[in-house]
């Protein structure tokens, strides 16, 4: 039996490939209809099987995210099957896909947690996040990009501050005057025949204390979502290990109603307890799209993880018959 | 054999939990385990998982040494009830660990999100060159985000700078010099109970409970994890209860019995140490399971019987019945946690094997003495603001003075230290009150206040244990040792302990450190081998002690400027030597000429390794290669030279004594063509003179001839005998006249 982990992605994932992914009529696509419908949401299923790709729609972060979930969760749930999980992780929200698929929260209360985070946000926090790469070609640290997003978060004045430690990316963000002074003092790079920066579409703030209201309305609308201990270990956006056998249910709601709002989330950080305490022997990325599959190969690269030390050794590493990263879609 | 019995312990375990019966009753999550207790269910879990991690990494140990991947199996297996002060201690408060701290390790870590003490264990298993520890240098317990300096020691060398880290504590906040740590901070040292023997482990608690004793706070936590034996020499019953149990000054813990009832002994000495400020013992009761290490066949001297006998009382095994029996856990959940933690080693252990090693010496050597001439340089010419110098001075600023003896400018360059840098301290034996055996110090305890000139108590180990503690804090210690030969109580704290820490921790921890040492020979007051000892062999062989000696005033000003910038610079350890017979030397030549007397030097002027001074520069006859009481008999006898037979000697003072200068050496050596070395020191190894000759034998310029003057290799005599074995200046003037007269190039050139 493999000894596998799961990375949950986070919104950025959903893509107009993303389209037709669900079974319309699973009972976990009903129910989740069912509770949108009640928030005066469009259904599930309709937006997946919508004949184009609609961004107004799809990438309206209470639609995405809830399409987002039904997939990851979907797919972890047929991949884990005969293997045993040995640890979960998940990039921004896909921490709230995380708590479900351990098994520290229900289906339902998983999504009510991620619908309802996904509504409260969109009231929140004016401003948005800017991707910029923090690698070369190769994927190796490009000391030059490093010192370029310091600079350019210093001369901010505190209007930008680092959201999500991405592997080889840097997401920051910034209020609005934050984001237009991180698009102008970035210096323009390319990688992989992406320029950056770019701003994330209808992306907020996240993770920065600029989202502070939202913990409160949060803890507020779901006070009622049951945490339980998880099933298996749930390494947090700090590396934090809660474990199924002393994980605390107190401590995993207020990391989630709490810093994991309002403080950057260190996915680097996370994959890198993953794959030291764990080692697991497949990592498998489930939910549309692949935005992490990179990510993970970059911080195999700073981890020199089973000699990997660039991007054609991971390539050809995940071209062999064993791949240690899975991705379960494109 | 040992293999053998690690699959023993590790079968009675799974046997256990696979026959065991669950309780009937099942305790909640967040119920105590003891009805007047504060350990819970989740927290007890944690630490058996805490525990059977560090035994699973125990296992993997020797099983990478028989593959020979692994080179360490020193275990911690028996030990595992240390995770409880693992868990129950901040990650902020210092720990200083001995080698059987895996378990302990692990439950600390986990207090630190992001941290992966599973994986950062193997590394150093394996010595791969990223274990965050020492880089691949050793197998060491450390941790530099919770403030774990790793230590080597198998001797109890680290308590006296756990100490000494107590001790600092209030003594920074004392000075204005807080630390980042809060103020309730405690400090944690453990030791096994046969090392609670040894003399560091007494000078250390005896220093603890002195401090305590004079109303200083120093709140150290002695954890003496007592597993009954030492290798193979067992620990007579209740020695440990004997020797502390009852000791004034020194509140004593025994930590025994069922988990919960470790957890509350352990918790009670945390919180006695941390609310009264003072050093607390705590024996925690343990066993030593599969030998001392992988290599120890502890069949050669313990009879199955009895190894079978504490194989019974696993604490991992005990804990297991435990926490079953009290409900806290179904045996099945355990069995799948001790597996979980199985695997998860195993396979972090398959990727550690790959990773590189140390393979070049200029790496492993790079945190031994690291020295950037420019930021040394840069510091060491630091100099308070002329308005604070003024006032602290009392307008009498030594620039303005007349020439002055050696301890008069020495005081001058100490006190502007003191002025220039807030966070140095001075200390040693009479340097307060009494201002030093021979008035060095004189007048800075008042004028600086006691808080920051200090006396200690006569223990040279503790004065060590006091200035690595101190360093590790931020402060910047001038420890004082009286004598040259009082060092020898006390080196293994510079040479095991205070000069290893850079390069064991990979640079991460430093302890900086300039240590004064009154010594060397030609005393005419205070005479014998005690108080004029002339062997610096064991100061040379420290790796990495930068060691200076300054002779004439405004030179060893000069010197104590760059020690003291390479401290804090870099962190080093320096030896200051300091020739007591020059500290009150005035004249050279003749009575009353005050020829060895100097002005207090500008502030730019620093003597930087490598650096040399040099009188009769012009000279090209022969080339006097000396320091400290062997240079004024050198120049006293160039002058007779020069007087009787004509030759023109030039003097090369060589001011560090590790590193030696050789460049400077080599080029004067090629100036003159003739070298002779005199060394105040002992013949065989006891100074510098073989490692010049050797490197100017096999590096130096060619053809050119080389001699020697050594003091005896012999222990240095009361009285006027003590002339028979020293240098003195008819024999520095004999061989340089045999080595010029008997020269290839003839009587002068």
């Known amino acids: 039996m493999n000894r596998i982990a799961i990375v949950c992605p986070g919104r950025g994932s959903y893509t107009e490939k993303s389209l037709n992914s669900l079974p319309v009529d699973h009972p976990w696509v009903r129910r989740a209809d069912e509770i949108r419908a009640d928030l005066d949401l469009p259904a599930i299923a309709e937006l997946d099987r919508a004949e184009r790709f609609r961004a107004a729609d799809h990438l309206r972060p209470a639609n995405a995210a809830a399409l987002i979930y039904l997939v990851s969760m979907l797919d972890a749930t047929v991949a884990a099957a005969g293997h045993r999980v040995v640890a979960v992780a998940g990039n921004s929200m896909g921490w709230y896909t995380a708590l479900a698929v351990a098994g520290a929260l229900s289906f339902e209360d998983g999504f009510r947690l991620v619908q309802e985070m996904a509504l409260i946000q969109e009231r929140h926090g004016d401003g948005g996040q800017v991707l910029y790469p923090l690698v070369d070609e190769d994927w190796r640290a490009d000391p030059v990009r490093i010192a370029a997003v310091e600079a350019a978060l210093a001369s901010s004045q505190g209007d930008a501050l680092h959201s999500i430690h991405l592997g080889g990316y840097a997401v920051l963000a910034g209020t609005p005057k934050g984001v237009a002074h991180l698009l102008k003092e970035l210096p323009q790079q390319r990688l992989g025949g992406t320029v950056y920066p770019f701003r994330l579409l209808r992306h907020g703030p996240y993770h920065t204390p600029w989202l502070a209201a939202v913990t409160d309305e949060a803890r507020e609308r779901l006070a009622g979502l049951e945490f339980q201990r998880p099933l298996a270990t749930l390494i947090d956006g700090r590396g934090r290990q809660h474990s199924p056998w002393s994980g605390d249910v107190d401590t995993l709601r207020d990391y989630t109603f709490g810093p994991q709002v309002t403080e950057p989330y260190d996915l680097s950080a996370s994959l890198r307890v993953l794959l030291r305490e764990y080692a697991p022997d497949r990592i498998l990325l489930p939910g549309p799209g692949n935005t992490l599959g990179g990510v993970l190969g970059q911080v195999l690269i700073q981890e020199g993880w089973s000699g990997i030390r660039d991007k054609a050794a991971f390539q050809a590493a995940q071209a062999a018959p064993e791949a240690l990263v899975v991705s379960l879609r494109r | ?749």
């Open chain 2, 1 to 749: 054999m040992t293999l053998n019995r690690v699959e023993i312990v590790e079968r009675r375990l799974d046997a256990y939990l696979e026959g065991a019966v669950p309780s009937s009753e099942s305790l909640p999550p967040d119920a105590p385990l003891s009805r007047s207790g504060t350990l819970t269910v989740r927290r007890a879990l944690a630490l058996f998982e805490d525990q059977v991690l560090s035994r699973a990494l125990d296992v993997t140990a020797r099983e990478l040494k028989r593959l020979n991947q692994g080179f360490y199996t020193i275990s911690s297996a028996g030990h595992e009830q240390n995770a409880v002060a693992g868990a129950l201690v901040r990650t902020s408060d210092p720990c200083f660990l001995h080698y059987r701290s895996g378990a302990l390790m692990m439950s600390r870590l986990r207090q630190q999100p992001g941290s992966t003490p599973v994986f950062d264990t193997l590394l150093g298993l394996v010595a791969a060159s990223d274990d965050p520890t020492s880089g691949g240098r050793h197998k060491v317990w450390g941790s530099r985000a919770t403030w774990v300096p790793p230590q080597t020691s198998t001797i109890a060398s680290h308590v006296p700078k756990a100490v000494g880290t107590a001790f600092a504590l209030s003594r920074a906040r004392r000075i204005g010099l807080p630390t980042a740590l809060p103020s309730d901070t405690i400090v944690v040292c453990s030791f096994g109970d046969a090392s609670a023997n040894h003399a560091t482990a007494l000078a250390g608690i005896n220093a603890a409970r002195y401090s305590a004793r004079k109303g200083t706070p120093t709140p150290v936590l002695f954890l003496c994890e007592d597993n009954g034996i030492g290798i193979s020499v067992e620990t007579p019953r209740g020695w440990i209860q004997d020797a502390y149990g009852t000791q004034r000054h020194l509140h004593f813990f025994d930590a025994r019995g069922e988990l919960d009832e470790i957890w509350e002994t352990v918790r009670l000495a945390v919180m006695t140490c941390r609310t009264a400020h003072a050093p607390v013992f705590l024996r925690l009761e343990t066993v030593r399971l599969w030998g001392h290490a992988g290599t120890d066949v502890e069949t050669g001297y313990r009879s199955i019987e009895v190894i079978e006998a504490i194989e019974a009382r696993d604490p991992i095994l005990q804990n297991a019945r435990f926490l079953v029996e009290r409900g806290a856990a179904h045996p099945a959940t355990l069995r799948t946690l001790v597996q979980t933690a199985r695997d998860r080693v195993q396979a972090a252990a398959r990727e550690v094997v790959c990773r590189p090693k140390l393979t070049d010496r200029a790496t492993i050597m790079a945190p031994l003495a690291p020295h950037d001439k420019d930021a040394v340089r840069r510091d060491a010419v630091r100099v308070a603001d002329p308005e604070a110098r003024q006032l602290a001075l009392g307008g009498h600023l030594p620039e303005n003075q007349k020439k002055r003896t050696l301890a008069a400018q020495l005081n001058a360059a100490l006190a502007d230290a003191l002025i220039a840098r807030p966070n140095t301290l001075l200390f040693g034996e009479d340097v307060g009150k009494k201002g030093g055996v021979y008035g060095l110090t004189m007048g800075l305890a008042k004028r600086f206040g006691a808080a920051r000139v200090f006396d200690t108590l006569l223990d040279e180990t503790t004065i060590l244990g006091v200035a690595q503690g101190a360093g590790h804090l931020g402060l910047l210690p001038i420890p004082e040792i009286q004598y040259l030969a009082y060092i020898h109580n006390a080196l293994d704290q510079l040479r095991g302990e205070a000069c290893s820490l850079a390069f064991f921790s990979n640079g991460q921890f430093t302890n900086p450190m300039v240590v004064r040492i009154a010594g060397l020979a030609y005393q005419r007051g205070f005479g014998g081998h005690f108080h004029n000892d002339d062997s610096i062999g064991a100061l040379r062989d420290i790796p990495g002690l930068a060691l200076c000696v300054g002779s004439r005033p405004d030179r060893a000003v000069k010197l104590l400027r760059a020690a003291l910038a390479m401290a804090q610079v870099h962190g080093r350890v320096v030896a200051f030597l300091e020739p007591i017979a020059l500290y009150h030397e005035r004249d050279l030549f003749e009575a009353g000429d005050n020829g060895w007397l100097s002005e207090y030097p500008p502030h730019d002027e620093v003597l930087m390794p490598g650096d040399v001074c040099i009188d009769g520069a012009a000279a090209q006859d022969i080339l006097i290669v000396s320091y400290a009481n062997g240079l004024r008999l050198s120049l006293r006898a160039a002058r007779r030279l020069e007087q009787e037979i004509g030759v023109r000697a030039r003097v090369l003072d060589l001011c560090w004594l590790n590193p030696l200068p050789f460049d400077a050496i080599a080029q004067h050596a090629a100036e003159c063509g003739r070298v002779l070395v005199v060394d105040e020191c002992r013949a065989t190894a006891g100074g510098v003179a073989d490692a010049i000759v050797a490197q100017l034998a096999e590096h130096g310029p060619r053809g050119i001839e080389i001699a020697t003057v050594r003091a005896a290799d012999s222990y240095v005599p009361l009285g006027p005998a003590a002339d028979l074995v020293l240098v003195q200046e008819v024999q520095i003037l004999a061989a340089a006249r045999r080595l010029v007269e008997n020269s290839a190039f003839g009587a002068r050139r």
